[in-house]
């Protein structure tokens, strides 16, 4: 089993996502934080949407990422203000975060 780990981290894009492609619109956007360049980092990004994808959700797209939530991770919730340079009020973010390893075998 690898004993490589990684925070997965996601957030709700309010002006949508700048990679893969600019949407323009809110949605939640997942990414494993790793070495190298942020436009390299395995990233998942939900159809746009204000919801929460379920835990089941943000396990499927771990999966198709290549990685796994680490034994007993949990998933981690902050608040923080976005922000001031976006052309809407500023407002309270939702980060989730939660430990990774790849999948054995597994695209990572």
């Known amino acids: 089993m690898s004993k490589q780990i990684f925070g997965a981290q996601m957030s709700l894009r309010c002006c949508g996502p700048t990679f893969p492609d600019r949407t323009g619109r809110p949605c ?3 990414y494993v934080a790793q070495t190298g360049l942020v436009s390299e980092w395995p990233t998942y990004t939900w159809p746009t949407s204000t919801e929460i994808p379920t ?3 943000r396990r499927d797209a771990l ?3 290549g990685f796994t939530p680490s034994e007993d991770a949990e998933w981690e919730w902050t608040e923080h ?3 001031d340079y976006h052309p809407h009020p500023v407002r309270v973010l939702l980060l989730g975060a939660v430990k990774v390893r790849p999948l054995e075998g597994g695209a990572a």
Do not use: N
Request: glycine share 16%; no cysteine; net charge negative.
């Open 81 to 83: 203000v976005g922000p």
């Open 55 to 57: 835990v089941g959700q």
């Open 63 to 65: 999966t198709e990422l």
């Open 28 to 30: 939640w956007q997942l």
